[in-house]
Structures are given as C-alpha cells and as structure tokens.
C-alpha cells in the first residue's frame, strides 16, 4: 500500500508531531494530508500484524482518517502522532474485525509466511542480510502466533517501550513481557527447526 507522492507544503516543513497534530485539529487539511501520507503504510503493517485481512485493514485506515477529520476538534493533543494512531487504529481494526468475526487473538489457523507484512525498518535490516536468512526468519515469524508477531513488531521494528506497547494493545505491561518472553522462546525454537 503506497501513499500518493504530494510535496509537504513549506509551512508545514520541519514542524514537530505536536505542532502538526494542532495543525490538522485546527483545520488544516494539508497538516491533515501530511499526517496520512506519513503513517499510511506504517498503519497498514502494524494493523497485517494484528489482523491478517488487507481489505479489512485498508478501510480501516480509511475509516479511521474519516473519523479522526470528523472528530478533530475533539481530539485530545499529541507530541507523539504515530503513537497516538497506532493506538486508535488498534482499537478500530478489532472491532472491525469482531464485528465481521475475524479476530483471532493468538489463533494461527491459516496464515502463511506470505501473509506477514515487515515494516520498513525490517525490510532494511533484511536486505543487509542474506535471502537465506530472510527466508528462515519469514519462516520462523510464520510459526508463532499473531499476537506474538505484533508484540516483536512493536517492541523490535517500531522501537515501542513495553508500557507504550500495552497502552497501544489495551494489555497489562506484565502481559506483554510474557508474550515477548513466550515469542522470543518460540522464535528460538522455530528458527532450530528452520
């Protein structure tokens, strides 16, 4: 999912997320474009980590933009914007996804290697290693559960703290050092059977 190449207007150049974000609460639409085209293809995916549905996820994203314009006065204010998305886009997509009885928490049934989308981070760390390698670790990612998947993807590629990544998935911290312990045990294990 690629996001339209428009030039950031010069005004807007070099502003902080918490300018920007009062920008775009105050009206400005190209603030408003700025924010989208920014975290459009981070949004989509963090939100194929947690739900592995491209057209869920895509109107989303979608929707989600809607609202945020809609509601945009009401907004609280934000020094963080990808954070702040992050966290209101979790929260949209499973209930989306509840609403159509997609949700599968840690349930794995069905979803390939094919079906994990790395973030940008990842994608240059894995062009400095090898295909072979990359193949192995696509393959040990797709052994552990969805859950798991978005909590190293949070913690590892979007460099989330642990009390960030359980404000944004609506989980005690204690549950997210147990997950992250649990994924790094079955990515050790996976990667021995790769």
């Not at 809607?66 to 929260?91: C, H, M, N, V």
């Not at 209930?95 to 940008?120: M, P």
Request: with cysteine.
């Amino acid at each position: 999912m690629s996001s339209p190449h428009k030039q950031t207007p010069k005004y807007l150049e070099g502003l902080d997320d918490k300018a920007l974000w009062g920008a775009f609460r105050g009206g400005d639409r190209e603030a408003f474009g700025v924010i989208y085209r920014a975290q459009l293809n981070s949004l989509f995916n963090y939100g194929m980590k947690v739900i592995a549905d491209r057209n869920l996820v895509k109107d989303a994203i979608q929707e989600l933009f809607i609202e945020l314009w809609k509601g945009r006065e009401r907004l609280s204010d934000t020094d963080q914007i990808k954070y702040y998305l992050y966290k209101a886009f979790r929260r949209k997509l499973i209930r989306d996804a509840l609403a159509e009885r997609k949700y599968c928490g840690d349930n794995t049934s069905g979803v390939t290697a094919d079906e994990i989308v790395f973030s940008k981070e990842h994608s240059m760390i894995s062009e400095e290693i090898s295909q072979q390698r990359k193949a192995v670790l696509q393959k040990a990612l797709s052994r552990i559960s969805m859950r798991q998947q978005e909590v190293i993807n949070l913690l590892y590629f979007e460099n989330y703290s642990y009390e960030q990544v359980s404000q944004i998935m609506g989980i005690n911290v204690k549950s997210v050092y147990t997950i992250a312990w649990k994924a790094a045990s079955a990515l050790r294990k996976a990667l021995k059977s790769v």
